[in-house]
T-cell receptor, first 113, second 113 residues
Framework: GENVEQHPSTLSVQEGDSAVIKCTYS??????FPWYKQELGKRPQLIID?????GEKKDQRIAVTLNKTAKHFSLHITETQPEDSAVYFC????????????FGRGTSLIVHP | DGGITQSPKYLFRKEGQNVTLSCEQN?????MYWYRQDPGQGLRLIYY???????QKGDIAEGYSVSREKKESFPLTVTSAQKNPTAFYLC????????????FGPGTRLTVL
């Protein structure tokens, strides 16, 4: 089955700095890679996703990059703000079908004012 | 945030008791999932269902049971056989034609006294 490794487990930055979270996956059949943000005590919510037919996707201050050859993908947050503080989860799955997404263990991002 | 609900928000149980967590969605999603979340463990899949009257075990199904009698509902029972049930439980749903983006409920925090 799929195995997703996520690093680092904790990331502390100063407001305005950039933050990068990295994930690797094992199954070459995976072709859908979402990122979820979970604020303290709340539900995870999708913030950005990427499919295997593209290498990069941006949405304002967040971007995701995908390297299918190396089987890794990364979340980039620029100009971090205190409200970016949360736990971020990556996941890998196939698009459609009955394949179940596999989640990384999460990264706790702390943005210091 | 609407569309998928969980109840109760907090639940206390004595050892040896079974307890059922509710999950309802009005998103017309085919698939529903139950995850357990512990600190540093990420999201671990307990059970999932792709269609009414059918469900499959996830990675940590022991001590849990589910049913899927209606498309909208996917209750989870935590039985007395679950050795360490204190955790945050998340229900999710998805449709296949948008990839496997998952929509999460607000969660139930179960504490065994």
């Amino acid at each position: 089955g799929e195995n997703v490794e996520q690093h680092p487990s904790t990331l502390s930055v100063q407001e305005g700095d950039s933050a990068v979270i990295k994930c690797t996956y094992s199954d070459s059949a995976s072709n859908y890679f979402p990122w979820y943000k979970q604020e303290l005590g709340k539900r995870p919510q999708l913030i950005i996703d990427i499919r295997s037919n593209v290498g990069e996707k941006k949405d304002q201050r967040i971007a995701v990059t995908l390297n299918k050859t190396a089987k890794h993908f990364s979340l980039h947050i620029t100009e971090t703000q205190p409200e970016d503080s949360a736990v971020y989860f990556c996941a890998a799955s196939t698009s459609g079908g009955s394949y179940i997404p596999t989640f990384g263990r999460g990264t706790s991002l702390i943005v210091h004012p | 945030d609407g569309g998928i609900t969980q109840s109760p928000k907090y639940l206390f149980r004595k050892e040896g008791q079974n307890v059922t967590l509710s999950c309802e969605q009005n998103l017309n999603h085919d698939a529903m999932y139950w995850y357990r979340q512990d600190p540093g463990q990420g999201l671990r899949l307990i059970y999932y269902s792709q269609i009414v009257n059918d469900f499959q075990k996830g990675d940590i199904a022991e001590g849990y049971s589910v049913s899927r009698e209606k498309k909208e509902s996917f209750p989870l029972t935590v039985t007395s056989a679950q050795k360490n049930p204190t955790a945050f439980y998340l229900c999710a749903s998805s449709i296949k034609r948008k990839g496997n983006e998952q929509f999460f409920g607000p969660g139930t925090r179960l504490t065994v006294l």
